[in-house]
């Protein structure tokens, strides 16, 4: 699956101006602004004298020094080294999505001040800037370090990246939530804060993006091949593993910087340049120009707004409002982009086909017995571990079983979905979570929790209901202008995505006492199962599991590309429609049951793809059976393993389902 950037006609007034005009129509107002702030502190005649040399015991001039000035200067810095760093990353990767986050730069140093913040403390004595550079540095390292066996492909590293950002992000939530004190200023840093106090992270990121923006450029040819495919690269007598090493240390070496100094910024790191392309950048060397400047422009502008608005009598913080405002952006962007040569997202197939799969079917189902049975019997009490007989077993069903059967059919319902998601887009990052939607249902419901509505369980799963709907008839808005494509659905997915993690983010940075709740519940947990609710969710994982089986005709025609697809005579629009409503029923039936777990829907269909499962009945029949067992086993270890404590089903299952999963692929390119 490809995108590309559309060629738009001369008419266009949006693209006639270049990355000139579009710098300056983000820079412009961005200094008016400035201007008004400076002038609510001191007449102009005085500004020159608080930049050079502040008069001491004058409040507003150490304000003006200190505060407003080194914070446009630092938004103009960070948002000028994630455009630079996206550009590379878009060019090294071939792919139009990549960012800063892309290779775990960002959950890396997210992972180091979890652990600073609530194991190793003393970490945090020399400041932050140094912990969460480490993190990223590690986490950058082991991604590299998996990927050197296929020479830095970028379908390697963006998978590896993947696997690598959802375990750095599973121990981190894993760590807030059995230490919950520090858990709003954690996220707070994780929202990015562009608000200074002295000049000293300026003058910390100056000279290191100055010195990485030299290497860029003098290292400009190594880079620009690096885009092209792996056969020309060799023909042109260069190493394509030297070219994207030296491009994405520099990249992940300009995020890194960032995320030190101030937090995680997202999504000006994606848009910059592709706002560059857009306004006619076409080669690598005009975006390393313009990426920059427009991200610079875009993040100023953004802070200050900010700046200007007051909500719950504290300032938003940045990367915050950027991804609220990028999510729409992104979506509007869409009718600007078509198919071509870049790839959206990588496409693994099988290792080999497995000429028993009936027997590994049949191996994935026995299994599944054991894992309920151990779940249900063996358990930790008041007196340690306990093993219960099937004649003692009865008084502890209430208690077990809603948790166990409903993580079966969660489980199960989530990687059905999956399955179906990855087999119409052949695309290695889709899943159920890539969609969006059921983020789209948790969004509405912590919506109205921050505009402080009080919410019942009843009205929680109707609310989710709604958001689920609501996020699937915007997936239908702007799939059925493109035939439903999934390029296009990804994308919207991703926007939705955006968006609802940074909401997330902002609620529990909040300080409000519901937001420990909502982070279990987006976290994956069982704990407030029924038994009602978990008959009802094995009787609908059931009913709508049949029903994915009876696609399989669709599913086994629509990987092999539209033009074979006409070939045999399936409608292409009604293909993709019905196999999209039926993947977003199954997962608005898992989220209803555990959260937007964000593992098992993008990974279990892999796992299934990985021992041989091609075909489209098996394939979605062991997915299911992979993903069923996963979070049984999860939900039991979460429950045990530090108990009387627990650890949510969806985090478990990322910490163990990661590792394997990286196995397997090693296993592939061995």
């Not at 992972?111 to 004595?125: D, N, R, V």
């Not at 990246?161 to 959802?166: A, D, I, Q, R, Y």
């Not at 926007?495 to 909502?518: H, Q």
Request: hydrophobic content about 55%; overall charge positive; aromatic content about 8%.
């Amino acid at each position: 699956m490809s995108v590309g950037i559309a060629r738009l006609s001369p008419q266009s007034a949006f693209l006639s101006g270049g990355g000139a005009l579009l710098s300056a129509a983000l820079l412009t107002p961005s200094l008016i602004l400035l201007c008004v702030a400076l002038g609510r502190q001191m007449p102009p005649q005085e500004w020159l004298s608080a930049v050079w040399m502040p008069r001491p015991g004058d409040m507003t001039s150490l304000t003006v020094h200190y505060v407003i000035l080194p914070r446009f200067v630092i938004a103009f810095l960070v948002g000028a080294a994630l455009g630079l760093s996206g550009a590379i990353f878009q060019q090294v990767l071939r792919n139009p999505i990549a960012e800063p986050g892309t290779l775990g730069v960002s959950t890396g140093a997210y992972l180091a001040i979890a652990i600073g913040t609530f194991l190793l403390p003393e970490w945090l004595a020399a400041g932050r800037e140094e912990v969460a550079l480490t993190g990223a540095a590690i986490a950058t390292i082991g991604v590299f370090s998996f990927a050197r066996r296929k020479a830095f492909s970028p379908i390697t590293l963006i998978l590896a990246g993947l696997v690598v950002n959802l375990t750095c992000g599973a121990v981190a939530a894993m760590l807030g939530l059995l230490h919950d004190q520090g858990l709003a200023s954690l996220f707070l840093w994780a929202s990015g804060s562009l608000v200074q106090h002295d000049w000293n992270s300026v003058l910390y990121l100056l000279p290191r993006l100055l010195l990485l923006a030299g290497l860029c450029f003098i290292i400009i040819r190594p880079l620009t091949v690096a885009g092209l495919e792996e056969e020309t690269i060799r023909g042109l007598g260069l190493s394509p593993s030297r070219a994207r090493i030296m491009g994405l240390t520099i990249a992940v070496a300009l995020a890194g910087f960032v995320v030190s100094a101030v937090g995680v910024i997202g999504f000006v790191g994606l848009a910059a340049p592709m706002l560059a392309k857009l306004v006619g950048a076409r080669r690598f060397t005009e975006r390393l120009l313009w990426a920059p400047m427009i991200g610079a422009g875009l993040l100023c502008l953004t802070d200050q707004l900010v700046s200007l608005i007051n909500f719950g009598g504290r300032e938003l913080p940045a990367g915050v409002v950027t991804a609220i405002i990028g999510a729409p952006l992104l979506i509007i962007l869409l009718p600007f982009l078509r198919r071509g040569s870049e790839s959206i997202a990588p496409v693994y197939a099988p290792m080999q086909y497995n000429k028993r799969p009936n027997t590994i079917l049949a191996i994935c189902l026995f299994s599944l017995v054991p894992i309920v049975w151990i779940a249900l019997s063996l358990g930790q009490g008041p007196d340690g571990w306990d093993w219960t007989g099937f004649t003692d077993i009865e008084p502890l069903l209430p208690w077990r079983a809603p948790r166990v059967f409903g993580a079966l059919a969660a489980g199960g319902m989530l990687a059905a979905a999956g399955c179906l998601i990855q087999r119409i887009t052949g695309n290695a990052m889709a899943g159920p979570e890539m969609l969006g939607i059921g983020a789209g249902g948790v969004m509405l419901v912590v919506v109205l929790m921050m505009a402080g509505q009080s919410i019942d369980p009843q009205a929680q799963a109707a609310f989710t209901i709604a958001g689920i709907l609501g996020t699937f008839a915007l997936l239908l808005l702007f799939g059925r202008r493109s035939g439903f494509a999934t390029d296009r659905m990804l994308l919207v997915g991703i926007a939705i995505n955006i968006a609802f993690t940074a909401v997330i983010a902002l609620f529990i940075s909040s300080g409000d006492p519901r937001a420990l709740k909502v982070l279990w519940w987006v976290s994956g947990s069982t704990y407030m199962l029924s038994c009602a609710k978990a008959s009802w969710a094995l009787a609908t994982a059931g009913v709508l599991i049949v029903a994915a089986m009876m696609l399989q005709r669709w599913l086994t025609v629509l990987p092999l590309g539209e033009a074979t697809i006409r070939n045999v005579g399936v409608g292409l629009r009604t293909s993709r429609l019905s196999v999209l409503t039926v993947a977003a029923i199954l997962t608005a039936g898992g989220v209803l049951i555990v959260g937007p777990m964000s593992f098992v829907g993008l990974m279990a269909p892999h796992m299934a793809a990985m021992i041989g499962m091609r075909q489209a009945r098996e394939h979605l029949l062991c997915a299911t059976l992979i993903g069923a067992g996963l979070v049984v086993t999860s939900d039991w270890v979460g429950r045990m393993v530090l108990f009387p404590n627990e650890i949510p089903a969806g985090l478990v299952a990322t910490l163990i389902g990661g590792p394997y999963f990286l196995w397997l692929m090693q296993r592939r390119t061995a």
